[in-house]
């Protein structure tokens, strides 16, 4: 029963890295940037959180309220300036433009809200506690549920404005091929704008969702980073589905090796990333094309 | 800027002076063009005499290194691609280069999102088209040629453009799609729209059209009305075997060989 | 690519591959590499370690702009063997080989793990192969975690060294540095001098354009990554030895990376001298303002921003685009030759 406990826990942890994945997955898809600062992004996120709910006493979920809009402005303002620049640059350049951007966020936050663990957990009271017990040896999270339901639901709304409003066409037209969107009258620069703001929006609800569920610091960023890209590439770089998917075998692997030591938690998941890349599987990885 | 007669105060679209590279590459050397509305242009030349690029420098797919392109008045010749299509100007590029991943009528929806207004609407493209139309729910991708062709074409007209650039019109295309396509030509012809053809198929291009533009390494060599030439007189200029007098820019210090440059 | 125009007519125009500057400039160099071996003859000990240590960032710099400038692999997970040549200099210790041996063959064993490792990575591209590396330097750093032999998370001292004075130490230390330092410099040299410099930069520029043209993307991949994996190895075998004491987290760390990239953007990436001038700038900039902590890290990020954004090819290309200086023959000159009869500028083509 226990196994099968560690199997349930594990699928509400994926839907927490699945969120992690989706903004990174969509950056991806329509620009082919893989976003080395999304963790950080994430983490600031749950900074944002953690400042305007301790400044004021709201919940965090209020606070979330404040914060989304202004991490969405921020993204779109990120894709503005910065990241469309080094899209000039060729291929290299937004991996050292993201990875620079990375180290100088993890140092800011360090220098502005000291190095101390935080959680966000005791701010919502039994939410990040409580559970329905089912059995002696299985429960389920009440955290665990809403994160769940909050990652389909994300996913599900993006899948959604993909395959059936304008500006989805327009971000899969963008994705397969930027110069001819132009062509039709797309203005690629404001599709790649508003897709990295939702990117940064989606990765500071799930930083804030990490927050909730255990504890974060200055420097939680890359292994996010990290987490989410394993989910992406588990899930085969197909869908949003697919993330979803690959989300919750990372958490499973996760859990289940948690369950045999402690210390085998991270890295299970980290083999079961590899010996997917290794396997036949892994071949066609970077072939595929992703557009979330 | 001398003109053919009649053209002068309608002129949709004028080039002059225009100059486009690949690098070091002069594909465009000093092209200086008019198109007027209602008029069909057919722009013929040998492979990498420039036409491509000429077309897709005057929809900002490329970018003017010296010269002015002014359409309807404006001087859009720094304009960025997208909002040209926004005046008017929609370019079928070569190649169709349909979204593969999009089914038709999401190729022509994407288009028609930020459309000028106009007659045209995935209704009336299809009712154009009617070979679209059980196709609207299929793969751009796994479509034929000739089908792509008119889909890309189709996609151009959902921006309700009021000039009409088609590059390479039949190339690759089997004969009966080449007659399919044509179709859907001589329809827009018939409602009035101003179209620039780029044609390798010389007869084709000069029964559609009413004024036929010959281009050879990069300048115009030939422009004239479609009536007031023989094939022959422009096969002649295709290959720059006699250089038939031009209207537009003089042809200076011809080049003994044709340039390998691509378009 | 440059035209298929074969065996060129007699023309205006020859090829060559060395300058007057470049001659100087190799020269310079290896009279400067004699004169380095020198060093811990007439300098201090304190000196000669952090020389060592410059010399260490001077191999990282160039491995990483092996990879990234060469062959178009940003790696953000270098430090797999960094930590893997530092541990595994401890594992050989422990099994009684002596020091200095134990960091050669754990140079070694780290390009047999880069060898078993590009199966998997270099499936990777761009951002891909970035992450893919770095979650292999955050497995083996877990692993070694594990390993109470190994000292765990607390990290482990280099035993075998104690027998000989502090001088002669660093002295050995530094001369094995300085060795590896040469080494893979000229075996860098070599390998872009010969014909796959070309064909790597065409890589780097577009794989698949050269993949069309008949460039062998894998084995140059291959071979490179090997040499990256050698190199980093033999730094951070070197670096154990340097300060005799390490921790998995720090040696594992993705800051290496940080300061690897810092050094190739700032040099100047895909030049060869470039990534030198880098670790000598960075070397400079750590050692006055490292005890800045974040804010010190902060400007570096910012640097290489700025650099990736503003100044792509670095500091190098200022000079070389400035008064043409290469220390190095590693590239091709069109130099005009003074018979050029015909006055006609030269067809594009």
């Known amino acids: 029963m226990s196994w099968i406990n560690a199997v349930v826990q594990g699928l509400f942890l994926g839907g927490l890295y699945a969120l992690f994945a989706c903004g990174l997955s969509l950056m991806f898809g329509v620009m082919r940037i893989i976003n080395l600062a999304h963790g950080d992004l994430a983490v600031l996120g749950a900074f944002g959180v953690w400042w305007v709910s301790s400044e004021t006493g709201i919940s965090p979920f209020l606070a979330l309220l404040v914060v989304l809009p202004v991490m969405l402005a921020l993204g779109y303002a990120l894709q503005r300036t910065v990241l469309a620049r080094s899209l000039r640059g060729g291929e290299l350049t937004p991996l050292l433009t993201t990875f620079g951007l990375a180290i100088v966020l993890q140092n800011a936050l360090l220098q502005i809200f000291s190095p101390d663990v935080r959680s966000l957990g005791p701010s919502v009271g039994s939410l990040a506690t409580g559970s329905w017990r089912l059995a002696d040896q299985l429960s389920i999270p009440y955290l665990g549920v809403l994160i769940l339901a909050v990652a389909v639901t994300v996913l599900g709304g993006l899948q959604f404005v993909l395959r059936r409003t304008g500006f989805g066409r327009e971000m899969r037209a963008t994705a397969q091929d930027p110069d001819t969107a132009a062509l039709v009258g797309v203005p690629a620069a404001s599709v790649y704008a508003r897709a990295t703001a939702i990117a940064v929006a989606v990765a500071a609800l799930a930083g804030t969702f990490l927050a909730i569920h255990s504890t974060f610091d200055a420097s939680s960023g890359p292994t996010q980073l990290i987490f989410a890209f394993e989910a992406v590439v588990i899930g085969g770089l197909g869908s949003l589905w697919g993330t979803l998917a690959g989300g919750v075998v990372l958490g499973i692997a996760q859990t289940i090796g948690a369950h045999i030591d402690p210390q085998y938690s991270i890295l299970a998941g980290h083999l079961v990333f590899l010996v997917i890349l290794a396997s036949p599987r892994g071949r066609f990885i970077a072939l595929r094309r992703a557009h979330a | 800027m001398p003109t053919w007669e009649g053209a002068a105060v309608t002129d949709l679209l004028r080039i002059s002076g225009l100059v486009a590279r690949h690098g070091l590459l002069h594909a465009v050397r000093g092209v200086s063009l008019t198109v007027a509305e209602g008029e069909t242009l057919a722009l013929v030349g040998a492979n990498g005499a420039g036409k491509s690029t000429l077309l897709r420098t005057v929809a900002g797919a490329h970018a003017a290194a010296e010269g002015a392109v002014v359409f309807g008045g404006d001087d859009i010749t720094h304009l960025a691609a997208h909002r040209r299509v926004g005046r008017g100007l929609a370019l079928v590029p070569e190649g169709r280069k349909l979204f593969p991943d999009m089914t038709v009528e999401e190729n022509l929806l994407v288009a028609g999102r930020r459309a000028r207004p106009g007659q045209w609407s995935v209704d009336t493209v299809l009712d154009a088209f009617p070979l679209l139309r059980p196709l609207r729910d299929k793969r751009a991708g796994s479509l034929s040629g000739g089908q792509q062709q008119a889909a890309s074409i189709g996609r151009a007209l959902m921006t309700n453009p009021r000039l009409l650039l088609v590059d390479e019109v039949s190339l690759g295309l089997a004969p009966v799609a080449v007659d399919a396509v044509y179709e859907c030509v001589d329809a827009l012809i018939r409602g009035g729209a101003t179209l620039v053809l780029v044609e390798q198929d010389l007869s084709r291009a000069m029964s559609v059209a009413n004024r036929v533009v010959c281009m050879l390494e990069g300048r115009i060599v030939l422009d004239t009305p479609a009536a007031d030439v023989t094939r022959d007189q422009v096969t002649d200029a295709y290959f720059g075997l006699n250089r038939v007098p031009t209207t537009s820019a003089p042809v200076d210090t011809p080049q003994a060989h044709p340039t390998s440059e691509r378009t | ?349």
């Open chain 3, 1 to 349: 690519m440059t035209t298929t125009t074969a065996p060129a007519p007699p023309g205006p125009w020859s090829v060559q591959r060395s300058s007057l500057a470049s001659r100087i400039g190799s020269g310079s160099l290896l009279a400067l590499a004699v004169a380095l071996f020198a060093v811990p003859q007439i300098l201090s000990a304190n000196i000669v370690q952090q020389l060592t240590s410059l010399l260490i960032f001077l191999v990282l710099a160039v491995m990483w702009n092996a990879l990234a400038g060469y062959a178009g692999l940003v790696s953000v997970g270098q430090q797999t063997f960094i930590g893997f040549g530092a541990y595994g200099t401890i594992l050989l210790t422990q099994h009684g080989i002596q020091p200095y041996l134990a960091v050669v063959l754990a140079s070694l064993a780290s390009a047999v793990l880069a060898a078993a490792l590009s199966l998997v990575v270099l499936r990777l591209r761009g951002g891909q192969f970035a992450v893919g590396t770095w979650v292999v330097a955050e497995a083996l750093a877990l692993f070694v975690m594990l390993d109470q032999s190994l000292g765990g998370g607390t990290g482990v001292s280099l035993q075998g060294l104690s027998g000989y004075a502090p001088e002669v130490r660093r002295a050995f230390t530094y001369w094995l540095t300085l060795a590896f330092a040469v080494l893979l410099l000229v075996a860098l040299f070599l390998l872009l001098r010969h014909r796959t410099g070309a064909a790597l930069q065409a890589i780097r520029d577009d794989e698949d354009a050269a993949a069309s043209l008949g460039v062998r993307v894998r084995p140059l991949k291959f071979m490179l990554f090997v040499l990256a994996g050698f190199g980093c190895g033999a730094a951070g075998a070197l670096t154990l030895a340097n300060t005799l004491f390490i921790q998995p987290q720090s040696i594992f760390g993705v800051q290496w990376s940080a300061y690897m990239i810092f050094m190739v953007l700032v040099g100047g990436i895909g030049t060869f001298e470039g990534p030198i001038l880098g670790a000598i700038l960075f070397f400079t900039v750590q050692y006055f303002f490292a005890d800045q902590g974040a804010w010190y890290l902060i400007g570096l990020g910012l640097t290489a921003v700025a650099f990736a954004l503003f100044l792509p090819r670095g500091l190098w290309s200022l000079l070389h685009d400035r008064i043409h200086v290469q220390l190095l023959p590693v590239g091709y000159h069109l130099r005009r030759q003074p018979t050029a009869a015909t006055g006609a500028n030269p067809r594009e083509t």
